[in-house]
């Protein structure tokens, strides 16, 4: 067997996080839960000297975050339903698809564990909200690539990933990024097929285990993959729906969409603009902004009362995006000790836009 190079592999997977710009403005952010920040985020960096400016920054500021530290902004409220006119509305009727989006930098493994365990108790809130909760869950590749060069020649696992058989071979769409991730591969992975009842490459109603199956594919490990951004907006293109694509038959005419991405820098990587990555939320909904909802986790070392400390002068696209697709967005710290309260926020979010949602 040979041994796994994780760090050329990390190498390979190109950051192009990188220089930063100036920026000065303010989004609605939800308060952190307990206002805390999490200590112990401190990332150890085992890359070259090519690993971005911004990679570090974002790690070196979560160490120093103090613990006292508080987000601005507030909650919106969500408690009452706009007026649908003659007759009810529609509505989505308990129909949500959800498309996750998760850095795979190296700096993400913890930030993917409080994901995991906020989960259980966010399906256990729309479960109650919508009584019949019809959902598909797809955990979007952030990474691209697929398989280990130097695991080539082994005959039963790789060293380094002992639940990784190296004669395993890759499905094409294991290779597309914005596909649904069904065999998430690297340190801190998953390292196995995900086993979803669908047979699809995202996860329906009915799915056994619902807590299992979205834990296989939402660990992504930190096999470098990253720009949520981008990423988004392949996984919703019109090639990777059509007839044969991957992510067939996730898009639903009459479902809301919700969109959750999670990473720890501004997200300088990805192709576009902010205002590139809403016209891609909004267009996969047929021009309808009210049929999305938007949570972006992620560094708010942008913000002076930010958890992961202060560090001005940087445009945070990801903030942008999030102020573009308000009032149905929610921008949560990365830094917070536990996701809970943003995903309970919205589940209320997602309520309020489905009672009035009206299929195009």
């Known amino acids: 067997m040979r041994r796994l190079a994780l760090t050329a592999l990390m190498l390979a997977a190109c950051n192009r996080d990188g220089h930063e710009t100036g920026f000065s403005t303010s989004v609605t952010t939800a308060p952190p839960p307990g206002s ?38 507030a909650i919106p409220d969500f408690g009452t339903s706009p007026d649908g006119g003659d007759g009810p509305p529609p509505g989505c009727k308990g129909k949500v698809d959800f498309l996750f989006t998760i850095s795979g930098a190296p700096t993400m493994e913890p930030k993917q564990a409080r994901l995991k365990a906020s989960f259980p108790g966010f399906i256990a809130t729309l479960e109650s909200e919508f009584a019949d909760f019809d959902y598909h869950i797809l955990s979007a590749n952030t990474a691209g690539f697929w398989g280990y060069p130097s695991c080539a020649g082994c005959k039963d696992v790789c060293a380094e990933l002992p639940e990784f058989p190296c004669g395993v071979s890759p499905q094409p769409c294991d290779l597309v990024r914005g596909a649904g991730m069904t065999y998430p591969i690297g340190e801190g992975a998953s390292n196995q097929r995900c086993e979803l009842a669908s047979g699809l490459r995202y996860i329906t109603s009915g799915q056994p285990n619902l807590e299992d199956a979205f834990t296989c594919i939402a660990s992504m490990g930190t096999n470098g993959g990253s720009g949520v951004a981008e990423v988004t907006a392949m996984a919703l293109s019109d090639d990777i729906h059509a007839p044969g694509g991957c992510n067939e038959g ?42 999305v909802v938007l949570l972006v986790i992620s560094t708010d070392k942008d913000d002076p009362a930010g958890l992961c400390g202060y560090s001005p002068g940087s445009e945070h696209e990801l903030r942008t995006w999030t102020e573009l697709m308000q009032p149905n967005a929610l921008f949560g710290s990365i830094c917070a000790e536990e996701y809970g309260d943003y995903f309970a926020t919205v589940a209320k979010m997602i309520k309020s836009q489905c009672d009035v949602f009206v299929p195009q």
């Not at 920054?57 to 530290?69: D, F, M, N, Q, V």
């Open 36 to 73: 805390t920040s999490s200590g112990g985020d401190t990332a150890t960096s085992t890359s070259s000297s090519t690993s971005s400016a911004e990679d570090s920054t974002a790690a070196s500021s979560e160490g120093s975050a103090s613990s006292a530290s508080t987000s601005s902004g």
């Open 250 to 291: 996730f898009l639903r005419d009459d479902a809301l969409l919700v969109v959750v991405a999670i990473q720890d820098t501004y997200d300088q990587g990805s192709e576009g603009t902010a205002d590139d990555w809403r016209d891609a939320l909004v267009e996969a909904k047929g021009g309808d902004a009210d049929a």
